[in-house]
C-alpha cells in the first residue's frame, strides 16, 4: 500500500486530544489511507511547526485550544464561515500548495443538536453562555438558523456586545450580562436550550451564572467535555433541567466535516459517537 496522506491536529496541551482516534476510525470506516497524529506545539512554535509539518508532506491540520485565532494569521486563504467565527480549528493544503483555514465548529455543534439530539432548533428560545472565541463560532452557525430567540450573555457585557453587532448581517441576537439575565424586569423567560461556551469548567469550577436560566423544560449543553461529568453539566442537573449533555457530539461532527473537507467522503459518525462518553 502507499504512504498515508498525512493529518494531525495541533494544540498545546494534546496529550488528552480524542481527534487521533477519530480520525482513524473515520479512516478505517471510509477505506481513506490516511494517518493522523497529535502535535503539541506551544505557541512560540506555531510557525514553524506548521511550515514543518507542510513541507513533510501534510495535507491538512486540525486547530485546538489555545491556537485557533493564532493561527489566521498565516492561513493564505479563509473560508467565509472561518472568518465570521474569527477562529480556524482546520486548516488544508489546497492544490496550489497555499494553506486555507476554515471552521467546522458551528456546523458541528448544529448537526448534533439537529441530526443527533433531534432537537428543532428554529422554533428554540436558545441562550449561549460566554462571548469568547468558541461563542462567536457557534453563535454565527446558529443566527443562520433563526430561532425564536438567540441570547448572548456574558461576565462582561462589552463582549457580549460587540459580537451582537458583529454578526448583526446573519441574525438577530440579543445581548445581556449576567446580572441582566437575573433581573425580573428583564423578563427573559424560559429557555429551550442553554450552550456554555465559557471557559470557566476547564479551571474545573462553574461561572457564577443565573439560577433563574435553567427550568425542567430546558435542555443545557457544554461545549466542553470529559470524561467525567463536567461542572456545567453538574450544576445544570443540580438546577432541575430537562436534559444536560456535554459535547462529545459536537467533537465528533466538527470532525467528520474537517474528514469531509479534506477527502470528499463524508464519514457515518453513528458507530464513533457510540464509543465515546455520553
Ligand atoms: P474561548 O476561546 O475558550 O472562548 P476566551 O476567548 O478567552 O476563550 O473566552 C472565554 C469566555 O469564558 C469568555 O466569555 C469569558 O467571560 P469574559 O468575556 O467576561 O471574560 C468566560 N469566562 C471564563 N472564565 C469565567 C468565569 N470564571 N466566570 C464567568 N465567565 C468566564
Given at each position: 500500500m502507499s504512504e498515508p496522506d498525512k493529518y494531525a491536529v495541533i494544540g498545546h496541551p494534546i496529550n488528552h486530544s480524542k481527534s487521533p482516534v477519530i480520525h482513524k476510525l473515520f479512516g478505517e470506516q471510509t477505506g481513506e489511507n490516511i494517518s493522523y497524529e497529535a502535535i503539541d506545539l506551544p505557541t512560540e512554535e506555531l510557525h514553524a511547526g506548521i511550515t514543518r509539518f507542510i513541507a513533510l508532506g501534510g495535507r491538512g491540520l486540525n486547530v485546538t485550544v489555545p491556537h485557533k485565532q493564532d493561527v489566521i494569521e498565516l492561513m493564505d486563504s479563509m473560508t467565509l464561515r472561518a472568518e465570521v467565527a474569527g477562529a480556524v480549528n482546520t486548516i488544508t493544503k489546497l492544490e496550489d500548495g497555499s494553506l486555507q483555514g476554515d471552521n467546522t465548529d458551528g456546523i458541528g455543534l448544529v448537526t448534533d443538536l439537529t441530526a443527533n439530539l433531534g432537537l428543532d432548533i428554529e422554533n428554540m428560545r436558545i441562550l449561549v453562555l460566554g462571548a469568547g472565541g468558541a461563542a462567536r463560532g457557534i453563535l454565527a452557525s446558529l443566527a443562520e438558523i433563526r430561532p425564536d430567540e438567540l441570547?448572548?450573555?456574558?461576565?462582561?457585557?462589552?463582549?457580549?456586545?460587540?459580537i451582537r453587532d458583529e454578526l448583526a448581517d446573519i441574525g438577530r441576537i440579543s445581548a445581556r450580562s449576567f446580572e441582566e439575565l437575573t433581573d425580573e424586569e428583564a423578563e427573559v423567560g424560559v429557555f429551550d436550550l442553554v450552550i456554555n461556551a465559557t471557559s470557566a469548567g476547564l479551571e474545573g469550577n462553574?461561572?457564577?451564572?443565573?439560577?433563574?436560566?435553567?427550568?425542567?423544560?430546558?435542555l443545557c449543553y457544554d461545549l466542553s467535555y470529559s470524561m467525567r461529568e463536567t461542572?456545567?453539566?453538574?450544576w445544570a442537573k443540580e438546577h432541575g433541567c430537562k436534559q444536560a449533555v456535554q459535547g462529545w457530539g459536537m467533537l465528533v461532527e466538527q470532525a467528520a466535516e474537517s474528514f469531509y473537507i479534506w477527502r470528499?467522503?463524508?464519514?457515518?459518525?453513528?458507530?464513533?459517537?457510540?464509543?465515546l462518553p455520553t
Amino acid at each position: 500500500m502507499s504512504e498515508p496522506d498525512k493529518y494531525a491536529v495541533i494544540g498545546h496541551p494534546i496529550n488528552h486530544s480524542k481527534s487521533p482516534v477519530i480520525h482513524k476510525l473515520f479512516g478505517e470506516q471510509t477505506g481513506e489511507n490516511i494517518s493522523y497524529e497529535a502535535i503539541d506545539l506551544p505557541t512560540e512554535e506555531l510557525h514553524a511547526g506548521i511550515t514543518r509539518f507542510i513541507a513533510l508532506g501534510g495535507r491538512g491540520l486540525n486547530v485546538t485550544v489555545p491556537h485557533k485565532q493564532d493561527v489566521i494569521e498565516l492561513m493564505d486563504s479563509m473560508t467565509l464561515r472561518a472568518e465570521v467565527a474569527g477562529a480556524v480549528n482546520t486548516i488544508t493544503k489546497l492544490e496550489d500548495g497555499s494553506l486555507q483555514g476554515d471552521n467546522t465548529d458551528g456546523i458541528g455543534l448544529v448537526t448534533d443538536l439537529t441530526a443527533n439530539l433531534g432537537l428543532d432548533i428554529e422554533n428554540m428560545r436558545i441562550l449561549v453562555l460566554g462571548a469568547g472565541g468558541a461563542a462567536r463560532g457557534i453563535l454565527a452557525s446558529l443566527a443562520e438558523i433563526r430561532p425564536d430567540e438567540l441570547m448572548c450573555a456574558n461576565r462582561r457585557l462589552e463582549r457580549a456586545l460587540e459580537i451582537r453587532d458583529e454578526l448583526a448581517d446573519i441574525g438577530r441576537i440579543s445581548a445581556r450580562s449576567f446580572e441582566e439575565l437575573t433581573d425580573e424586569e428583564a423578563e427573559v423567560g424560559v429557555f429551550d436550550l442553554v450552550i456554555n461556551a465559557t471557559s470557566a469548567g476547564l479551571e474545573g469550577n462553574v461561572a457564577p451564572f443565573p439560577e433563574n436560566i435553567v427550568t425542567a423544560e430546558t435542555l443545557c449543553y457544554d461545549l466542553s467535555y470529559s470524561m467525567r461529568e463536567t461542572p456545567f453539566v453538574t450544576w445544570a442537573k443540580e438546577h432541575g433541567c430537562k436534559q444536560a449533555v456535554q459535547g462529545w457530539g459536537m467533537l465528533v461532527e466538527q470532525a467528520a466535516e474537517s474528514f469531509y473537507i479534506w477527502r470528499d467522503i463524508r464519514p457515518d459518525t453513528t458507530d464513533v459517537r457510540a464509543k465515546l462518553p455520553t
